[in-house]
């Protein structure tokens, strides 16, 4: 499908009368779903900063755009269609999942799209518009998207990580039917879906042999994770280990709560209960050897945080998961420009690449040769 270059600005006219005003939590959400494009960093969370960096763009392109020009700008390919959509895997409304099957005659391997949006926006429709999604398809491996319950007053980070284990396992109980290699699952996501991957791969598995429930009878573990724009782990408290407590306050917003793990007070959180909760929160701390490879990106500057969205995908993030996987022998591959951090020669280079490659999908590239002296 064709669009005329005045055609996309016009459609962003709504974006330009209304952002000339300072906007609400409810007025950046609704401006995500209507563009999408804005969320510069794709962590489902559109910042203001990121809403008037969209303006100005738009602004930039209506001003150099001739209304009589015949340019024409065309759609990427179509995605297709996913062979099963919103299929339950719980009895919550947003316990759901789009599935799309590969052509392959063996069975095939599956990567699974967990979205961003701070636990409490962010919708499994994002995958759609990934280039990765229609890559996985034409190299015969078969692609899932969930959604998961947001945080309120029934729901604490406990139940949303959980829900993201339930749709690994229900994926893996479907293997059959849908004619998957069950251990060859790997999960990506950015922001809050990236977290929840590396909870995924690091937390103890929640299969359980003996459930009557087939579903929880399957492993909750990935074989690898993709994680972009992550936080290091949800044990917030120990934040303060990367930024300081007086970031933590600034720029805590929920995760300082209570709510966030099902307490109602601080003193709960800092008790007993609260931190055998936190800790079975802590991607970080849960790392242990034999724990799934890993791939990390994170474009961001490695500058001392000036806003939320700073803060909550800050590059130290990473640093401190590089770390830990080093200290105990975790594969990682780590892609942090601002810290200085590449993959190493023969490793894989792109989100990509590595989910394919350990997947069994794609030949690792040959090390680079050595130069001679």
């Known amino acids: 499908m064709l669009r005329t ?7 962003a006219c709504g974006f330009l009368a209304t952002s000339a005003q300072t906007p609400d939590a409810t007025q950046l959400a609704d401006w995500l779903r209507r563009y999408p494009d804005a969320d510069a960093n794709h962590d489902g969370v559109l910042t203001l900063e990121e809403a008037r ?10 001003a150099g755009a001739n209304p009589r020009a015949t340019e024409t700008v065309r759609a990427g390919p179509a995605t ?5 959509a ?33 636990f409490v926006q962010g919708d499994k429709s994002r995958a759609r518009e990934s280039e990765l999604l229609r890559e996985c398809l034409a190299a015969g491996v078969s692609f899932a998207a969930i959604n998961y319950r947001f945080l309120s007053t029934d729901t604490a980070l406990p139940d949303i990580l959980r829900d993201c284990a339930r749709a690994v396992q229900f994926i893996r109980a479907h293997a059959t039917e849908w004619n998957l290699d069950k251990d060859r699952l790997a999960t990506f996501g950015s922001s809050a879906g990236a977290g929840a991957s590396l909870w995924l791969a690091f937390h103890a598995d929640l299969a359980d042999p003996s ?23 949800y044990d917030f408290p120990r934040w303060a280990e990367l930024f300081g407590e007086d970031m933590v306050a ?19 959180v800092i008790g007993p209960a609260g931190r055998r909760v936190r800790a079975d929160c802590d991607m970080h701390g849960l790392m242990q050897a034999g724990a799934p490879p890993f791939f990390l990106q994170s474009d961001a500057d490695a500058v001392p945080a000036r806003t939320v969205s700073e803060f909550l995908h800050h590059p130290l993030h990473a640093k401190a998961l590089v770390d830990r996987a080093r200290e105990v022998g975790v594969r990682s591959i780590a892609v942090v420009p601002s810290l200085g951090l590449e993959p190493a020669a023969g490793d894989a280079r792109t989100l990509r690449e590595f989910l394919l490659r350990e997947l069994g999908m794609e030949a690792p590239s040959p090390p680079a040769p050595s130069r001679s002296r």
């Open 86 to 118: 919103d299929l339950a895997y719980g009895t919550h409304p947003r316990q759901v999942l789009d599935f799309w099957r590969a052509d392959s005659a063996a069975p095939a391997p599956v990567v699974v799209y967990i979205h961003g949006g701070g």
């Open 211 to 233: 459930s009557a429930d087939p579903v929880a009878r399957e492993s909750s573990r990935p074989a690898c994770v993709g994680a972009l724009s992550t936080q290091f782990t």
């Open 53 to 62: 960096s969209y303006r100005e763009k738009v602004r930039a392109t209506r």
């Open 80 to 84: 297709p269609s996913p062979t099963f």
């Open 5 to 11: 270059l005045p055609t996309l600005i016009l459609l």
């Open 250 to 268: 600034r720029f805590g917003g929920r995760y300082n709560s209570p709510a966030f793990y099902g307490f109602t007070s601080h003193e709960e």
